[in-house]
């Protein structure tokens, strides 16, 4: 364990705190809810950076108006003890008014890499996270910045900001994605799998198990619709309520791709379960794994 955290929760003693800090300093911005896909963040920061800074904000903006907001767990004291065994130096707690102080009238909005895949199903959410993700490195001014790579599509829309506003903390190629942590039967951690019941939580490893089998029957050059077809034909039969998408696209510009091509590929997926959205993707190569799909952590 390192030295004691510093918790700040107010800008003006933050900027002192952070001025303490050995560069370089790496943040991982999260909702808190912390889990090991959230942990791997951290070791992942405290690998590249000398110190590592987490914020947890549940952050209203990035919630749709029926969406799950007032139900996000909130378990800060449990966060901070996960966090201080972590080894991690500060911890920006904000309250709301320290993000959105009275009369704050700006969205960061990032077209075209918003728009499909959830940004379809879910028109503000991606402006909401760009707007907060600037406001936190503003405030932060982090050299690096580690974001999951089981919400690509925020990456990509972050990576994209990045460039598009030539930012400097962090700069763009200072944006990392650090690859998925799954259970051991290969459902992807989230905070929202919390909200499954025990009979859902069973049913919903069909969905990786599905990606799966459908990443491997993508065959280059050949329609991916057939396999994605029995992706969705499997879930629904595996117990999934509805699909949002199950869609092959590019992996930089996430534009859907009918074939698989020479550029790196993605699956991705939304579906609901009990009442649950879940969310997974993964790559999609040329040459398929012919093991049968077990997963081990971390694996993608
Ligand atoms: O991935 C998340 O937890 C959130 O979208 C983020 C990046 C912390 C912004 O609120």
Redesign the pocket.
């Known amino acids: 364990m390192g030295d004691t955290m510093l918790i700040h929760n107010d800008l003006a003693a933050l900027q002192k705190g952070l001025a303490t800090l050995p560069r370089p300093v790496a943040l991982v911005?999260?909702?808190g809810a912390l889990h090991q896909g959230h942990l791997s963040l951290v070791r992942e920061a405290k690998r590249r950076a000398s110190s590592v800074v987490i914020?947890i904000?549940v952050?209203p903006a990035?919630f749709g108006p029926n969406e799950d907001l007032a139900a996000y767990p909130r378990r800060l004291a449990e966060d901070v003890q996960l966090l201080e065994s972590e080894g991690v130096d500060l911890l920006w707690a904000p309250p709301a008014e320290a993000i959105y102080p009275p009369g704050f009238s700006t969205t960061i909005s990032v077209a075209g890499v918003s728009e499909g895949l959830c940004g379809a199903v879910r028109p503000d959410h991606f402006a909401g996270?760009a707007t907060?993700?600037l406001k936190l490195f503003n405030q932060l001014r982090p050299d690096i910045a580690l974001?999951?790579e089981k919400?690509w599509q925020?990456l990509v829309v972050i990576r994209r900001m990045a460039r598009d506003l030539d930012l400097t903390h962090p700069a763009a190629e200072a944006i990392v994605g650090v690859p998925t942590v799954r259970e051991a039967d290969g459902l992807a951690l989230s905070s929202r799998n919390a909200y499954l019941s025990p009979e859902d939580r069973a049913r919903a490893a069909v969905l990786p198990a599905a990606m799966r089998e459908a990443a491997a029957r993508i065959a280059p050059g050949a329609q991916a619709a057939p396999a994605l077809a029995e992706l969705e034909r499997a879930l629904l039969a595996g117990g999934f309520a509805s699909v949002d998408y199950a869609v092959l696209a590019d992996a930089q510009s996430l534009a859907p791709l009918a074939r698989l091509g020479p550029n790196p590929a993605r699956l991705f997926v939304a579906a609901r379960i009990g009442g649950t959205r879940l969310i997974d993707n993964m790559a999609v190569t040329h040459s398929p794994p012919t093991a049968p799909p077990a997963f081990s952590p971390n694996d993608d």
């Open positions: 911005p999260t909702m914020s904000f952050n990035q996270v907060i993700v974001f999951g919400d925020q």
